[in-house]
């Protein structure tokens, strides 16, 4: 059974911090990674992809990979308290036919 | 315009009732799909359309009907469902899975939010 495990959290940083959410995966021949933000009830939203070792930037998101220790994360700077919200961690499988989601870590940021 | 649309938003039913969910995409994507997210759990993916063909099934009960009538277009249709698949139904896209190296991220739709009595 491939999975992906993430900390539920909840992670609580001040506003201005810096918050950091990790992910591990089990299917070596993952080829694709991807962070959604999900707000209470509304649907997922894509915020970062990466494909490649090593850092992708956008904005205040910075996502992460390390294909070697089967390991993703996201740093979010400057977190403000529009981030709280739960953040999903996919990754393909390795026949890239699904999406293997984490339970999602809840990140609250308090003003 | 990475957008996915969905209707109804919101869907109350009885469990001899019959609906249909609907999704629409006009990015040009290729691969369609059907998730169940529970509450506080992430997504279950049901189905898999690529190139208008059902491509995965995820041992879905077959009260869960999929349809895909074109390109932009997926249905969900629904008959005899239990009180327990009340949840959120999700419908994503993505540019083309099976084309080995294509962008294959996945947008979702706002999620139609199920009620059976």
């Known amino acids: 059974q491939k999975e992906v495990e993430q900390n539920s959290g909840p992670l609580s940083v001040p506003e201005g911090a810096i918050a950091s959410l990790n992910c591990t995966y089990s299917d070596r021949g993952s080829q694709s990674f991807f962070w959604y933000r999900q707000y209470s009830g509304k649907s997922p939203e894509l915020i970062m992809f990466i494909y490649s070792n090593g850092d992708k930037e956008d904005g205040r998101f910075t996502a992460q990979l390390n294909k070697a220790s089967q390991y993703v994360s996201l740093l979010i700077r400057d977190s403000q308290p529009s981030d709280s919200a739960t953040y999903l961690c996919a990754v393909n499988n390795q026949a890239g036919t699904a999406l293997i989601f984490g339970k999602g870590t809840t990140l609250s940021v308090s003003s | 315009d990475t957008e996915v649309t969905q209707t109804p938003k919101h869907l109350v039913m009885g469990m001899t009732n019959k609906k249909s969910l609907k999704c629409e995409q006009h990015?040009?994507?290729?691969?369609m799909y059907w998730y169940k997210q529970k509450a506080k759990k992430p997504p279950e993916l049901m189905f898999v359309?690529?190139?208008?063909?059902?491509?995965i099934n995820e041992s879905v009960p077959s009260r869960f009907s999929p349809e895909c009538p074109n390109s932009s277009l997926l249905n969900l249709h629904l008959h005899a469902l239990q009180p327990e698949d009340s949840a959120l139904y999700l419908c994503a896209s993505s540019q083309d899975k099976w084309s080995g190296g294509a962008r294959d991220e996945q947008f979702f739709g706002p999620g139609t939010r199920l009620t059976v009595l």
């Open positions: 359309y690529s190139y208008e063909k059902l491509s």
């Open positions: 990015m040009g994507h290729r691969a």
